[in-house]
Nanobody
């Protein structure tokens, strides 16, 4: 089971850190990713991490502002979001893949999904 939280309302150029808690199996079993879905739009890739956290991938739209990290000992995945913009408003989802070395940008490559958490950036 995966559960993302930490969303909320934040002003432009503000910051948030989203945790995603994993239960049932160790976080180290999964490659993990964050996706987001703006209202009325398709789900889009944000960032991904291989099982160890030693390799990550980040979407161009958030590169330099967002970063993915993980604490396998605590079974928590994080998304640090800095310099938030109105276009970052979306529901954010954490997702897991049983292929531990993937950093795929494709939602279909992730079999396990948590419920989303809403992030709203006000201008």
């Amino acid at each position: 089971q995966m559960q993302a939280c930490g969303g909320g309302l934040v002003q432009v150029w503000g910051f948030l850190r989203l945790p995603c808690a994993i239960s049932g199996r160790p976080l180290s079993s999964y490659a993990m990713a964050w996706f987001r879905q703006p209202l009325g739009k398709e789900r889009e890739f944000v960032a991904a991490s291989v099982w160890s956290g030693t390799m990550t991938s980040t979407a161009d739209s958030v590169k330099g502002r967002f970063s993915i990290s993980r604490d396998n000992a605590k079974n928590i995945l994080y998304l640090q979001m800095n310099g938030l913009k109105p276009e970052d408003t979306a529901t954010y989802f954490c997702a897991g893949s049983g292929h531990p070395y993937t950093t795929s940008w494709t939602p279909c490559d992730y079999a396990y999904w948590g419920q989303g958490t809403q992030v709203t950036v006000s201008s």
